[in-house]
């Protein structure tokens, strides 16, 4: 990789790379405080307690925000969660793809390499699926091949409907 | 960027084919168990057991040659060949013991059999692993489906716990890990262990990012290893999981935590061995004699071979020890480095496979009357009168406790052989003989098992009916653990000939 | 024949393994375990014949050897052989293990598929230490001889069996672990384990030292010699009858065996250091072991005991370093390894009928067991060392080797505390046998004592029978041994005792001169 410099580049180390971070950080920093401290400067200031509610215009929080949550949230952030992922495999791969399909040979890995990597995803999520997991009332599934689902524990987050 | 390299050519196919094989079976099972509606209990069981002897079926027939391959992401030849037909035996035994524990308690859990396939597949990319990427690759593969392997016993508070505590401290030392490899990569602009070897080679540089990133590595791996001070998960995690798990994770886990953490050492050892040998030391010693010291008092028999394992991956570390110690100190000694280095990775790979065919035995027997017992079921004491109700069974965790203790004529004590022998050539004597002092404190508690089962009387709670498939494969690795301790020398070359492909 | 003769000690060895194995395979009855087992001793002790009247060597050298590369391509060998010490002690144990079955034929009714099979497994892995002639291979067996034993003495002894075993397994891993350090380090001194390989190596004085210590540890444990001998009344009086004799009869030889065959000649700087404390801990061992055995009300504990005393003997006359001394100590394992056996053999005699081991419980025995009166009473006498019978050599010529040793510092005054062992040892036995079998018939229990049955007899009479034959022909023994005795210790460089002109030859055995035995002794004398 260090020796494989795009023509013209100069070649500043990992420090230079590392400087070029924290220069990135030092400007990202500055104009974020930038932007607030001249909205600070020009806005006019009336406090008031509504504003400091969670929600200002919605209803008055009540009791602890430290509830448990239904395991079913969690689920559904996971699925989210892995789709994001995959879209955010999918960019990088969509920029680069128009210049390297041309490429004899190499054009169709790339492309069934992503379809590989799709596949595989799709196939995680039929499998959710089919076990019932996105059902948001979770069925106890009757398997013909003779299960012992019904001996899985009573303390289990399961609802029968 | 204009130049781009193949990355997938015939050879590199023939690399992958292995890990193919594992990976698409996993998820082969996975769907087999999601969309087959006909399916009985034990066919998920049999596909796992076709899908690893395939893998094993193609290690044989298909030879990519020796190297780097892959973009350099992977190593092929013998040394990743060694490590799949290892993981792929584990695997092979795992799924049988599992297997005879789901018919009998009704639990039926279809999902242990393609996380299983995904553990070892991230073991055999662990051991295989010419790329920091890859060893996170691996490493992550593999960590994220033992964690719910822990936790396999829903319901089960304590399994829960060991899944947890595992997930969150793993969380934690694959963070070490990551920060160590940045270093790492820090200091040498690449993450390709080829490459990394010759930044390492030329020296200069900013060497505190190189030390403080292995040091950062070696936290890493010491947790997988289940190196003291960062054991502190294992007793707990072994005892929860249940304990076709436990012997998995106690021998397959720890394979892959010494494949890689030989294939670090040996990378940074030109630089880095006047640092990772003075600490290595200590964390050894302290490993094996805390382990052992530690398993004395235990009453549940997993939670003493829990502390076993720590113990013995301090014997292990001896050998890493070992490797580096000519590295070290009087330059008159690194004209030794490839002779010692050879014979302590053997050593190493030797106990490895030793390690793993009687750990699996004892813990065959145990998974399967740790399953009958109920609540107490692994409690030593209920061991007492075995031998005269499960003869076979007896006999079988006898062998292995005392093959684990070192005895001859079983293979705990040709390993330890080869062990404390490349230990003596290294001209480490007082190492060697901390480490027989360890072995001698560990008879006591494998014999405090024994003397249960064979000396004590049968109490009115006993244990019954015959899970004759386990016990019988159980008995048949504690035939092999008799068997290599006879014959050894054809292995050992074997793991010799293993060890001479590998860069020194 | 041919294929049994030409590996005769494998055979030999493993034989009684082989045994072991179809035990726990085919053999399902217990009557038939026991005939089968029987069977295979004494097939045992047929094929050991072989060796005993084969074995020719003139100058006491290795003879039937059988070598095999085993690791690392020959640099570790399978490698048994047989020389004139292996040779008697080989005999001992082939001669006790049809016994030690035949005894246990009543005495065992629990699990005697896999109390045989144990017993034949002890045997093979016995016969297997005397013959190694590569380190690893030696290490090996001596390890692999634990396993068995602490079965024998864990589940079948008596009430506190579970303590002894464990003490006795850690007692004797504790000094084998150091040894193998020592052996590996050897081993790379040596580039090979073979025996003579270690044998060729010149070390220097205070590696010697240090080597010698690791390996004397783990022979003086196993003899065992006085401070480390804890273990050894435990392990006797918790055993059951069959293991007593075998671990006094054999097992304890092994440490004395491996000092002469091992410790002594590997260091001979180390011997010189250390051969002050080892006869002077011999002659403690000696009148310790007597005096305790003096107040046993129990009379295994004291035979237990009165072994501490005899191998004290042994191995003063190993470290008395003079060739009477040591054939002496090789003669003295023999003849306790017969007198203690057929004692322990006869205790649980008397244990089977009565359950009982205490003296005081018995008194005029003679009258209702007069047999076993009689058979006690010789094997008694030998023990204690009366003239004629075998005992009386191996101590006398221990005695006369530690008197005209050169290298010990005192060697008359231990000689003169030494013997003072051995009227001790009249003392206790003589009393011993007073308070048993003389006198009026007082406990009821003992009315209906049946006398010694014909398997009885049939275990007991042999030994009795080599107790005089030995006692009147020690030379049978002797004329085999010395000559691989002196190749043994020829890396010492013993130096002839300058007054061996002073105790003329002939005050040997006591009138029973046998020729072979004093010519080489003379020429031993003038070298």
Not at chain 3, 104 to 125: G, I, N, P, S
């Amino acid at each position: 990789m260090t020796n494989n410099l795009p023509v013209g580049a100069v070649d500043v180390g990992v420090t230079g790379h590392f400087a070029t971070v924290l220069v990135f950080v030092l400007v990202g920093f500055a104009f974020a405080g930038l932007a607030l401290g001249v909205a600070k400067l020009l806005r006019p200031s009336a406090p008031n307690p509504n504003k400091l509610t969670t929600y200002e215009c919605g209803e008055l929080p009540r009791g602890s925000s430290w509830v448990r949550f239904n395991v079913r949230f969690y689920l559904i952030a996971l699925f989210f969660i892995v789709f994001d992922v995959e879209i955010i495999f999918l960019f990088p791969w969509a920029v680069v793809f128009k210049q390297l399909y041309p490429v004899p040979g190499l054009g169709a890995v790339v492309f069934w390499e992503m379809v590989i990597f799709l596949s595989i995803l799709s196939l995680g999520l039929a499998y959710v699926w089919v076990k019932g997991d996105l059902d948001w009332v979770k069925k106890l599934i009757e398997r013909p091949g003779g299960t012992d689902q019904a001996a899985v524990p009573a303390d289990e987050e399961v609802t029968a409907p | 960027m204009t130049h781009f390299e193949m990355p997938l050519d015939a050879t590199s196919w023939s690399v992958l084919l292995p890990y193919l094989v594992i990976g698409g079976g996993g998820l082969l099972v996975m769907l087999v168990d999601a969309f087959v509606r006909t399916l009985k209990k034990d066919h998920l069981s049999y596909l796992t057991l076709c899908v690893f002897l395939a893998s094993i079926v193609v290690q044989i027939a298909v030879h990519p040659g020796e190297g780097p391959r892959l973009g350099g992401m992977l190593l092929a030849g013998d040394w990743s060949r060694f490590f799949n037909y290892l993981f792929a035996g584990i695997g092979i035994m795992t799924t049988i013991f599992a297997t005879g524990i789901y018919d009998r308690d009704g639990r039926y859990r279809p999902e242990f059999y393609p996380l299983l396939l995904f553990t070892v597949l991230g073991m055999m990319v662990l051991a295989a692993a010419n790329d920091l990427l890859a060893v996170f690759l691996g490493l992550e593969t593999m960590s994220l489906a033992t964690y719910i392997l822990a936790g396999g016993v829903r319901g089960n508070v304590r399994s829960s716990e060991a899944g947890f505590k595992y997930l969150v401290l793993g969380g934690f030392s694959s963070a070490f890990l990551l920060m160590g490899m940045a270093l790492l990569y820090g200091y040498a602009g690449d993450t390709n262990f080829d490459a990394i070897a010759r930044v390492l080679a030329t020296g200069g540089g900013a060497t505190i990012l190189v030390t403080a990133g292995s040091a950062l590595m070696l936290m890493g791996f010491g947790f997988k290893v289940a190196m003291v001070p960062f054991h502190m998960w294992t007793p707990d995690v072994y005892d929860g999981a249940p304990a076709y798990v436990t012997g998995f994770m106690a021998t397959a886990v720890k394979a892959a935590g010494f494949a890689i953490l030989l294939r670090v050492a040996l990378l940074l050892q030109p630089q880095l061995a006047w640092a990772w040998y003075p600490v290595l030391t200590v964390f050894a010693v302290l490993t094996m004699s805390l382990g052992n010291l530690v398993a004395l008092v235990q009453n549940n028999i997993k939670r003493m071979l829990a502390w076993s394992s720590i113990a013995h991956a301090g014997y292990l570390l001896l050998g890493v020890v070992t490797l580096l110690s000519p590295a070290v100190g009087d330059p008159a000694r690194q004209a030794l480095a490839r002779t010692v280095g050879e014979s302590a990775a053997s050593a190493v790979l030797f106990y490895l496979v030793g390690y793993s065919l009687m750990n699996l035995a004892a813990f065959g027997v145990v998974n399967v009357l740790s399953n009958r017992g109920g609540e107490d079921a692994d409690d030593i004491n209920r061991y007492a009168g075995l031998s005269r109700r499960r003869p076979v069974a007896a006999a079988t965790l006898a062998v292995a406790l005392l093959s684990l203790a070192g005895i001859p004529p079983f293979v705990g004590f040709m390993a330890k052989f080869y062990l404390f022998a490349a230990v003596v050539k290294a001209g480490l004597v007082p190492l060697a003989v901390i480490g027989v002092i360890n072995s001698l404190v560990s008879v006591y508690y494998y014999l405090r098992v024994i003397v249960v089962m064979y000396m004590k009387d049968t109490e009115a709670d006993s244990y019954d009916g015959v899970e004759w498939v386990s016990v019988a494969t159980a008995g048949a690795l504690a035939a092999l653990v008799l068997y290599l301790g006879i014959r050894p020398d054809a292995f050992h070359a074997a793991a010799a000939s293993v060890i001479r492909q590998l860069p020194f | 024949m041919s294929f049994i003769t030409d590996h005769i000690l494998t055979w030999v060895t493993f034989l009684p393994l082989l045994g072991s194995l179809l035990l726990w395979t085919v053999v399902r009855r217990d009557d038939h375990a026991r005939v089968f087992a029987l069977a295979v001793a004494l097939a045992d002790f047929v094929l050991s014949l072989h060796l005993w009247f084969r074995y020719d060597g003139p100058g006491g050298q290795d003879m039937f050897t059988e070598k095999v590369a085993w690791l690392f391509g020959g640099k570790i060998n399978y490698h048994l052989a047989c020389d004139g010490i292996s040779l008697v002690l080989v005999m001992l144990t082939t001669f006790l293990g049809p016994l030690v079955i035949l005894s246990a034929w009543k005495a065992v009714t629990e699990r005697v598929r896999d109390y045989m099979a144990m017993l034949l497994f002890l045997q093979a892995a016995m016969l297997g230490t005397f013959f190694a002639r590569d380190m690893l291979l030696f290490y090996v067996f001596w390890e692999a001889m634990l396993i068995p034993m602490y079965f024998i003495i864990g589940i079948w002894g008596g009430q506190r069996r579970i303590y002894a075993a464990v003490k006795f397994f850690i007692f004797t891993m504790v000094g084998s672990v150091f040894m193998l350090v020592a052996i590996l380090w050897m081993y790379f001194q040596a580039g090979g384990m073979g025996l003579e390989q270690f044998l060729a190596l010149d070390l220097e004085r205070q590696a010697q030292l240090w080597l010698f210590g690791a390996f004397i540890l783990a022979f003086a444990i196993k003899v065992p010699v006085f401070p480390l001998h804890t273990w050894l009344p435990d392990a006797h009086v918790e055993a059951p009858t069959a293991g007593s004799v075998i671990l006094a009869g054999v097992l304890l030889k092994m440490g004395t065996y491996g000092m002469l065959r091992f410790a002594m000649p590997l260091f001979p700087a180390g011997v010189e250091a250390f051969a002050p404390l080892m006869s002077i801990l011999a002659v403690i061992g000696i009148i310790y072991g007597a005096l305790v055995a003096l107040v046993q009300p129990d009379i295994k504990k004291l035979v237990a005991y009165s072994s501490v005393s005899h191998l004290g003997f042994v191995v003063l006359g190993l470290f008395s370093l003079t060739p009477l001394g040591v054939a002496g100590g090789i003669f003295q394992m023999l003849a306790h390894g017969l007198s203690t056996g057929a004692l322990f053999l006869l205790v649980g005699v008397i244990y089977e009928r009565r359950h009982t081991r205490e003296i005081s419980e018995f008194g005029g025995l003679a009258h209702r067991m007069p047999g076993y009166a009689t058979v006690f009473m010789i094997t008694m006498l030998a023990s204690v060392g009366l003239p004629g019978l075998a005992g009386f050599v191996g101590e006398f010529m221990i005695l006369l080797g530690t008197f005209g040793s050169t290298t010990l510092d005192h060697p008359r005054l231990l000689t003169a505390l030494a013997a003072t062992g051995v009227v001790l040892g009249a003392i206790y036995m003589l009393w011993m046998y007073q308070r048993m079998f003389f006198g009026k018939l007082t406990n009821e229990k003992n009315r209906d004592l049946r006398d010694l049955s014909v398997r009885e007899y049939a275990v007991l009479l042999p030994l009795v029978v080599f107790m005089f034959w030995l006692g009147v022909r020690p030379g049978m023994v002797l004329d085999r041994v010395e000559a691989s005795v002196e190749r043994v210790l020829a890396p010492l460089a013993v130096p002839a005792s300058p007054h061996a002109d002073d105790y003329p030859q002939h005050a040997l055995g006591g009138g029973t001169a046998d020729a072979p035995v004093f010519v080489v002794h003379e020429g031993e004398a003038h070298r």
